[in-house]
Structures are given as C-alpha cells and as structure tokens.
C-alpha cells in the first residue's frame, strides 16, 4: 500500500491498514512475537504516514538530499505549531537544540544541571527507559509515585525533591507530561505546584512532553515552561509520537529563559544526533499535518472509549484509568488473579502482547499498558484475546 492511496480526506487514519498489511512491517512492534500473537504494546501506531511527511522524504529521495541536517526549520516549524495549538509563544528558536530523539535530549538537559551520583526525581509508575537512561549516566533515581488517580503527589513530590537534594547536592526532576502510562495530563495547577516546590528546593526540571499532540477531547496541554516559576526548566517536544516517527529520529529541546546560559553550554557535538531524515520527517509534520492529527486524535478519542466498552463487558475486573492523553491505557488487572505480570498468562494463553507493567516500577506489579492505536476490528480482537487467557 503507498501513501498515495491514502488521502487525508479526514477519515480515521486508524481504520485504513489491514493485519496482513501491518504484519508485513518490520519494526519492534510486529518482529518482536511470532505471527499469532497481536501486539499491542510497544508506542507505535497503526497508521500510514501523513501526505506531508510522506512527500517530504520521497521528495527528498528523490533529490539525493540524505547529508547532514541543518539549521533550526525544526524549531521554526515547532514554533509556528504551538502558537497555534495551543497558543503557546514558549519555543524561542535562540532558546531551542536539535537533538537525537527525547530521551537523548533529556539526559543532554540533565548533564547540563547535575552530575554523575546526582539524583533525578521521577514519578513511577512512568516509561521505563527513564530509569535505564539515568542509570547509564550514574544519576540517583529518587521516586515519587503517582498519587490517587495517576495524579502527580505533592506531598510526594516534596519529600522526593527534599531528599534528592540534600547535602546541597545539584538535583532535577524528570516530568512526563503528559504521562506514560497513564494518560494524565497534568493541570496548570498541578504544574504550577511543580514549579513551587522545584524552586524551594533548587531543583532544575526537564519536562518529556513528546505526547504533547497527542491530548484528547476534555483535556488541554499546559506547556510546562508557560507556568510561571518554570522559566529556568527545560522542555524537549517532538513529532514521533503524534504522527508515528519513532524511526525517524528527531527532537527539540527548549530553555526557559533562566536555562538559557545552560543550553548555551550545550557540547556542539550533541547537535550532530539527529538525522536529517528526521528533521524533514518531522518539520513537514508539525507544519503541514494538522488535519492528518486531527483525524487520528478523533480515531483515538473513539478507540478510548471503545476500550472501556469492551473492558466492562469481556474483563470487568479491569480497572480503566481512561486516559486524557496519549494513546496507551494503564490497566490494573489486580483484581484477576494472574499475579504480577499479568501481561505474561496474556500473551502465553491469548497470543496478545501488551507492556507489562513491572519496568514501571513502584505501582506497576499486576498492571499492563495497552497500546489502542489500531483499527476499532484490532482493538476488539485484543480484548477478546484477553478474556480468553483467563482461567
Ligand atoms: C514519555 C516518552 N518519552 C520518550 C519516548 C521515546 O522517544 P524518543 O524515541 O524520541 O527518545 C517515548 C516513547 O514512547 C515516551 O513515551
């Protein structure tokens, strides 16, 4: 199938590809099990590229421009998006690095304000590649879980700063916002707390908002660096997320204007990360592919709550946290009696693969997080999968 054929005429972009076309991928998501199993775990979605993105590196094949990247369209293109999303000016393109993808630039953030035995504050359960990248860079993890609802815990969050940074030590907290797995997104006033706390106790932030584009009808994305207190935090955003470019790997990271002597320090070599495909892939994304996101986030509000519908009839001993963002669910699956990876007696006796919730860490044992950006038939069929692996 080539994108071609796929206009973006505003119907779900979810719904065009069938499992024969999907099985024939070679990314993580469809070779990581054999053929029976469904895979609905790994953050890749079930869609076509956008036209835009599409054209932007077919033209670019085409050309023979696969050099270098260059320059800062990137952040320009970024720029122009948040203006008109969210009516968000933040992302002042002096204030702003390409990097290699999120994670990269995160810990590049983090190395710009702590050192090696400093600690980083995260709230688990959260993406497990946060501890595995802190860990690698000798930094301390200090948690401090989500409260009630998958709601960021101030209390928590106090005596996690108050600890990280005791002895005088240099110390950051690495916010997901919106949060995976949950699907939280977090309120002005939740972040606004954030920034409260992060200034008493000198605690930098560097704030993951790859889900960014991704919030769904009933909640609205609050930049962390447009609340006030978080001018010396930084922030990375990116196109891979929201438009499916995790193989093509880009990011941008934003100062605040307090960080911007810190991103100045920011090693040269850091800006040879990212791909040039990359930054074509997402540039023609953030500037030409809001009708293309539009279409999917209307695929995804309707697969959330399909979710829930097939959750209370095939499994109600599930418990939905229906997500405000994102498109992951977090399911708590306690009350079946499948032990603490329930995800394993799911792809052993279901042939489905969902995330198991124990790389999540504290409040991840006897959780799985669903991936349901898929067609509704797919979604369907993973949940029935699902009921049928228990006993
Ligand atoms: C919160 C979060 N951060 C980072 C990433 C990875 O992004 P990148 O490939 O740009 O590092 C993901 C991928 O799912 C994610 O969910």
């Not at 094949?61 to 970024?78: E, K, N």
């Not at 690095?97 to 400093?118: F, I, N, P, Q």
């Not at 949950?182 to 706390?197: D, F, I, K, N, S």
């Not at 920011?266 to 953030?286: C, K, Q, R, W, Y």
Request: aromatic share 8%; charged share 20%; hydrophobic share 45%.
């Amino acid at each position: 199938m080539s994108y071609d054929h796929v206009p973006d005429d505003g119907t779900n972009p979810l719904r065009r590809l069938s499992l024969a076309d999907l099985r024939r991928r070679t990314s993580a998501k469809w070779r990581a099990y054999p053929p029976d199993v469904l895979p609905l775990w790994v953050a890749e979605m079930d869609v076509m590229p956008a036209a835009p993105v599409a054209r932007a590196l077919t033209e670019a094949v085409a050309l023979g421009d696969t050099g270098y990247d260059s320059g800062t369209g990137y952040a320009q293109a970024l720029d122009a998006f948040a203006r008109k999303r969210w009516g968000w000016d933040g992302v002042a393109v002096e204030r702003t690095a390409t990097v290699a993808d999120v994670m990269r630039g995160s810990v590049e953030m983090l190395k710009l304000v702590t050192g090696a035995g400093d600690a980083v504050v995260v709230n688990p359960p959260v993406y497990p590649p946060f501890f595995g990248f802190l860990e690698h860079e000798d930094r301390r993890v200090v948690e401090a879980p989500l409260g009630p609802g998958g709601r960021l815990d101030t209390a928590a969050l106090e005596a996690a700063f108050r600890q990280a940074a005791a002895g005088g030590r240099r110390a950051a907290y690495l916010l997901c916002n919106p949060h995976n797995p949950t699907g939280t997104v977090h309120t002005r006033a939740e972040l606004a707390a954030v920034a409260e706390l992060a200034s008493a106790y000198g605690i930098r932030v560097v704030a993951d908002e790859i889900h960014a584009p991704l919030v769904l009808p009933g909640a609205e994305y609050v930049p962390y660096l447009s609340v006030p207190g978080a001018e010396d935090a930084f922030a990375l955003l990116s196109a891979s997320k929201a438009w499916n470019l995790a193989g093509l790997k880009a990011a941008v990271a934003v100062a605040g204007p307090g960080a911007a002597d810190d991103l100045a320090r920011l090693p040269e070599i850091v800006g040879h990360g990212p791909s040039h495909f990359g930054v074509l892939a997402h540039t023609a994304a953030l500037r030409d592919g809001g009708e293309w996101l539009d279409a999917v986030l209307a695929g995804l509000d309707e697969n959330r709550r399909l979710l829930g519908e097939l959750l209370e009839r095939h499994l109600p001993g599930v418990r939905y946290l229906r997500p405000e963002g994102t498109y992951l669910a977090w399911l708590d699956c306690r009350a079946l009696g499948l032990g603490d990876d329930p995800a394993a007696v799911f792809l052993e006796r279901g042939r489905v693969a969902l995330t198991g919730g124990l790389p999540f860490r504290t409040g991840g044992a006897g959780h799985v997080r669903l991936n349901f950006a898929t067609s509704p038939e797919l979604l369907t069929e993973g949940v029935r999968r699902m009921a049928a692996a228990l006993p």
